[in-house]
């Protein structure tokens, strides 16, 4: 196990909003998803589901809900955002939802799929992959789910445009841990 190699990823895992044409090997995603799908999650329930799209009118579809929900026009929710028909990859994180719905569920569910997708950011990072992360969709599920054939009783958490990054980015910028952490009690500096 290689710490440095982690500090490494992680620093320099981020928001890939722009992506070459190159394909993205069914091979290497199954990777990806195996990495997934090593995450921590309730009771060992594993709720997750993944379903790799391809197909340029389900991306399509997909971006024009995503551009909904941030309400902006197609592929301008964020600047350099590129049209989500011409990324490789989406990957839908959905789930089903074993522990009910209401607050203790849905906190029990989402605390099982994130770090399952924490997991595939980081996989796909060391693949060379760039990804972003999209969430708000359980906001809109009566609009995705029937695109994706999702059975009644599951949820669409996360969709991730994956893709070979179009340029390079360098480490990305957090608050220092001195910042964010206190010694015992709130405010006691680390
Ligand atoms: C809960 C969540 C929702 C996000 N939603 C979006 C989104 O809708 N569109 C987008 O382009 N990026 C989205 N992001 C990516 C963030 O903008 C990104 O992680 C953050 O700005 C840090 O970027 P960096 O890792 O490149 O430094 C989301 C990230 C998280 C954790």
Redesign the pocket.
């Known amino acids: 196990m290689d710490l440095e190699a982690l500090e490494q990823l992680a620093a320099t895992?981020?928001?890939v909003?722009a992506f070459t044409d190159q394909p993205v090997p069914d091979d290497l995603i199954a990777r990806i998803l195996r990495v997934a799908t090593r995450a921590p999650n309730a009771r060992n329930v594993q709720p997750w589901h993944f379903i790799v799209i391809r197909d340029r009118e389900t991306k399509r579809a997909i971006a024009d809900i995503q551009s909904d929900m941030?309400n902006q026009p197609r592929g301008q929710?964020?600047p350099d955002?590129q049209n989500w028909a011409d990324v490789p990859v989406l990957i839908a994180v959905c789930s089903t939802l074993p522990f009910g719905e209401g607050r203790a569920g849905d906190a029990a569910t989402a605390g099982s799929i994130y770090p399952a997708v924490q997991n595939l950011l980081l996989a796909a990072h060391a693949a060379g992959l760039g990804t972003?992360?999209?969430?708000r969709w359980r906001l809109n599920e009566e609009k995705v789910a029937p695109l994706l054939n999702l059975p009644a009783g599951m949820a669409v958490h996360a969709v991730i445009p994956m893709g070979w990054p179009a340029v390079k980015?360098g480490k990305?910028?957090r608050k220092p841990v001195a910042e964010v952490t206190s010694r015992e009690k709130f405010g006691n500096a680390w």
């Open positions: 895992q981020r928001a909003r941030t929710s964020s955002r972003v992360l999209t969430t980015l990305n910028r």
